[in-house]
């Protein structure tokens, strides 16, 4: 009965995913991109993962394709590259054989693909995921918690409260860089105003 | 966006049961799915459809950019500081068991007894008021670096070429 959401779920992650490498148009790859990030959400839910599909479809679908929006309404529409192929020319074949590339990605598939061949099975009870942190959090966070439901805000907040600080601290830097990066112009230009502004009152 | 009405109505519409939403995930993601993270980034939508649809003054006035460079900090403080708190009360850092404050269970707990003979469950909420402490920090951090981004983006001219 699942098999019929997954499998449709899946096909739609790889089609989204060959479109977003094809087309052209980059307004139309920002939002196939939060399509996809719709779909990982879906897909995450059905893993039984709703934490981390909620982080996925707020960030993923949400805030990233937002900031890509507003990042492309501030660029100049004809993309240009290395000075020489206009917009008209990237929407050519390219030039290079594609044989190289094609067997490169080929080969890394196909690694992939044996890789996987070693990863226990969904859901497999003895897996490592399963019985490695003996005993598990699971088991312990009732007690532990004093019967907070939610093993995973147990084990982010409490267990590894510590790591979730850094996370914290991370998101806080990265947002300081950020504000750092691109408020230099509008200082700039705020001071050139305001003394446009002093000037014509002098 | 001025001229499209009804984008407007609907956002105002929906903007608060986002908030709510927003507060949902907050403050019941020890008990269901969610956590700070999550509502930080849904309460940044929130403002960021508002500044999409009302302009970034609108917003402005809502969250001022001031403002919202402070609560980046502060949230890391929060977390920062119950850390210490735990440290202070004689616990290791983000120790939350030495949070016992007793205030919520002990009194009820205490009636209960007086009122009848029945078995009681005492709660130590240390671990709860740790974590809500804990995550109402990476909330905060997350909210104001989110619709920090999102200001710097929207502030910026179009770069004509």
Not at chain 1, 8 to 14: Q, T, W
Not at chain 2, 2 to 13: D, Q, W, Y
Not at chain 2, 110 to 125: G, I, R, V, W
């Amino acid at each position: 009965m699942m098999d019929f959401i997954v499998i449709p779920i899946l096909a739609l992650l790889a089609a989204t995913a060959v479109t977003v490498a094809r087309i052209r148009n980059l307004w139309a790859a920002v939002m196939f991109t939060g399509i996809y990030s719709f779909l990982s959400a879906s897909w995450m839910l059905i893993l039984d993962a709703p934490d981390v599909a909620f982080t996925e479809a707020a960030v993923g679908a949400g805030i990233t394709t937002i900031l890509m929006l507003a990042t492309l309404s501030l660029t100049p529409r004809r993309h240009r590259r290395s000075g020489r192929l206009s917009s008209e020319d990237f929407e050519e074949r390219p030039s290079r054989s594609p044989l190289v590339p094609l067997l490169i990605v080929t080969i890394t598939g196909c690694a992939l693909v044996y890789g996987t061949f070693d990863m226990p099975h969904f859901g497999d009870p003895n897996a490592p995921i399963q019985v490695y942190p003996q005993p598990s959090f699971v088991e312990k966070s009732q007690p532990d918690m004093h019967g907070l439901p939610n093993v995973v805000t147990a084990v982010l907040a409490s267990y590894r409260g510590y790591d979730t600080l850094g996370e914290t601290a991370v998101i806080f830097t990265a947002g300081i860089a950020v504000l750092l990066i691109l408020r230099k112009n509008t200082d700039d230009q705020s001071r050139l105003e305001s003394q446009a502004v002093t000037g014509e009152n002098a | 966006m001025n001229s499209f009405p009804i984008i407007r109505v609907i956002t105002k519409l929906l903007i608060p049961y986002i908030l709510l939403f927003g507060l949902y995930v907050q403050f019941h993601g020890d008990f269901g799915p969610g956590g700070g993270f999550q509502a930080g980034v849904i309460f940044a939508a929130a403002l960021i459809l508002y500044g999409l649809v009302y302009g970034l003054p609108a917003v402005h006035k809502v969250a001022p950019p001031k403002v919202i460079e402070k609560l980046t900090a502060v949230g890391l403080l929060v977390y920062a500081g119950t850390g210490l708190v735990c440290m202070l009360l004689g616990g290791n850092f983000l120790d939350y068991d030495v949070l016992n404050h007793g205030l919520l269970t002990e009194l009820p707990a205490a009636l209960d007894f007086l009122l009848s003979d029945k078995p009681h469950h005492f709660l130590p909420e240390g671990q709860h008021l740790g974590i809500f402490l804990v995550e109402l920090g990476v909330g905060i951090t997350v909210t104001a670096v989110m619709t920090m981004i999102f200001y710097a983006f929207a502030g910026r001219e179009r770069v004509t070429s």
